[in-house]
């Protein structure tokens, strides 16, 4: 979600992706891995999730200069199955392998009905969405989740960081070729909109944060420096902030139990030579198991059309559907550009000419 407080700089799509794309090469990513990458974060920017976008570079670049990414990783299947795939990451960045598991889980639902694909040895991979989108866009369910690299939120009642953002994704197709697509952390916001605000230096909005002794916090550098925490979804154990916990122990179930990743709870978990062995899982499932597909997909664009028919609360904010507000984001930020901020913009354009990579955004 973009910052309204910050000031920003916007850029045409195209610009903005070729940018990352240029950074991602000059740190000798192959140029299909770069290809790809790019094309997630900017997928993340263009929809209004800047959490998850060019805002992840400066974090990546440390990954890199630590020796704890390899930028060359491809992708590889050690275990699997007609309707299942063990992948490893192989050190790199998440996108690739990401982008490759739930491909491999689309191939086998088209043939199976259902797949589930799992990845190890894996790093941060941007939107969940973006893979979810992928299935539906086969015609497909899809559900993706993954594990955190940052250890930031406590278990309800609890005073020590166990979990991270944990987010999980769902979506499904449309006989409009509108999917319904939720992605969602399990924490109040995800960790990246944090980080924007310490970016610009503002402050966060009361219930993200918690400091150590489980007080609010408006600091966006309590987590990360101060020994705070992010709040679980639900921001309290009085506003059920045991289902986002619940909620972020799933996740971790599958990504890490099924595919062999470090716990999170490991202690080994950050200390990996290389990348952050995070696991991911994705499903892919065929709605013709059950009944015609086109008959499914009128059923997802009726039931998503009969929820934005419900009467507002106030009519200048219509009700909305999961993946509504972030494809007028994509609508209005093709034709405006996509907005960066400046304190941002200045660490990407250091990043940029540290690693002799062109700089497009002027």
Same mark, same amino acid.
Request: proline share 7%; with cysteine.
């Given at each position: 979600m973009a910052d309204p407080g910050a000031q920003t700089a916007a850029h045409p799509y195209e610009t903005h992706r070729?940018?990352?794309?240029?950074?991602?090469?000059?740190?000798?990513?192959?140029?299909?891995?770069?290809?790809?990458?790019?094309?997630? /974060?900017?997928?993340?920017?263009? +929809?209004?999730?800047?959490? +998850? &976008?060019? =805002?992840?570079?400066?974090?990546?670049?440390?990954?890199?200069?630590?020796?704890? !990414?390899?930028?060359?990783?491809?992708?590889?299947?050690?275990?699997?199955?007609? *309707?299942?795939? #063990?992948?490893?990451?192989?050190?790199? /960045?998440?996108?690739?392998?990401?982008?490759?598991?739930?491909?491999?889980?689309?191939?086998? !639902?088209?043939?199976?009905?259902?797949?589930?694909?799992?990845?190890?040895?894996?790093? +941060?991979? &941007? !939107?969940? &969405?973006?893979?979810?989108?992928?299935?539906?866009?086969?015609?497909?369910?899809?559900?993706?989740?993954? =594990?955190?690299? &940052?250890?930031?939120?406590?278990?309800?009642?609890?005073k020590q960081a166990r979990l991270g953002t944990d987010p999980w994704s769902f979506a499904a197709p449309g006989a409009d070729? *509108?999917?319904?697509?939720?992605?969602?952390?399990?924490?109040?916001?995800?960790?990246?909109?944090?980080?924007?605000?310490?970016?610009?230096? #503002?402050?966060?909005?009361?219930?993200?944060? *918690?400091?150590?002794?489980? /007080?609010p916090s408006t600091d966006p550098l309590e987590a990360a420096e101060k020994g705070g925490f992010l709040t679980s979804l639900g921001g309290s154990p009085d506003g059920s902030?045991?289902?986002?916990?619940? /909620?972020?122990?799933?996740?971790?179930?599958?990504?890490c139990c099924l595919s062999g990743a470090t716990l999170i709870t490991d202690p080994m978990h950050t200390k990996k030579p290389q990348g952050m062995d995070i696991g991911h899982c994705f499903f892919a499932i065929d709605p013709g198991l059950f009944r015609e597909p086109e008959e499914f997909k009128a059923d997802v664009t009726r039931f998503c059309a009969d929820l934005r028919a419900t009467t507002p609360i106030d009519p200048a904010r219509p009700v909305m559907v999961a993946g509504d507000p972030e494809r007028a984001n994509a609508a209005r930020r093709m034709q405006e550009g996509v907005p960066v901020g400046l304190g941002l913009l200045s660490q990407v354009r250091q990043i940029a000419q540290a690693a002799a990579a062109p700089w497009l955004l002027d």
């Amino acid at each position: 979600m973009a910052d309204p407080g910050a000031q920003t700089a916007a850029h045409p799509y195209e610009t903005h992706r070729a940018q990352i794309e240029a950074i991602l090469r000059a740190w000798d990513m192959p140029e299909d891995n770069a290809r790809i990458t790019a094309e997630i /974060l900017s997928w993340a920017d263009l +929809h209004g999730i800047d959490s +998850h &976008g060019m =805002s992840m570079l400066p974090g990546y670049d440390r990954y890199r200069r630590n020796g704890r !990414a390899n930028m060359q990783a491809r992708p590889s299947i050690v275990r699997e199955t007609p *309707v299942s795939a #063990l992948v490893d990451g192989n050190g790199g /960045l998440g996108h690739v392998p990401a982008e490759f598991a739930m491909r491999t889980a689309i191939a086998k !639902a088209q043939t199976s009905g259902m797949a589930i694909a799992a990845v190890r040895n894996s790093a +941060h991979f &941007g !939107a969940c &969405g973006f893979y979810t989108k992928m299935a539906a866009d086969a015609g497909l369910i899809g559900i993706a989740c993954t =594990s955190a690299s &940052g250890i930031q939120v406590a278990p309800t009642f609890g005073k020590q960081a166990r979990l991270g953002t944990d987010p999980w994704s769902f979506a499904a197709p449309g006989a409009d070729g *509108v999917p319904f697509l939720l992605d969602m952390a399990t924490t109040t916001v995800a960790a990246g909109r944090i980080r924007n605000k310490a970016n610009e230096k #503002l402050p966060t909005p009361p219930g993200w944060l *918690v400091t150590k002794e489980g /007080l609010p916090s408006t600091d966006p550098l309590e987590a990360a420096e101060k020994g705070g925490f992010l709040t679980s979804l639900g921001g309290s154990p009085d506003g059920s902030s045991y289902k986002g916990y619940g /909620l972020a122990a799933m996740v971790n179930i599958l990504s890490c139990c099924l595919s062999g990743a470090t716990l999170i709870t490991d202690p080994m978990h950050t200390k990996k030579p290389q990348g952050m062995d995070i696991g991911h899982c994705f499903f892919a499932i065929d709605p013709g198991l059950f009944r015609e597909p086109e008959e499914f997909k009128a059923d997802v664009t009726r039931f998503c059309a009969d929820l934005r028919a419900t009467t507002p609360i106030d009519p200048a904010r219509p009700v909305m559907v999961a993946g509504d507000p972030e494809r007028a984001n994509a609508a209005r930020r093709m034709q405006e550009g996509v907005p960066v901020g400046l304190g941002l913009l200045s660490q990407v354009r250091q990043i940029a000419q540290a690693a002799a990579a062109p700089w497009l955004l002027d």
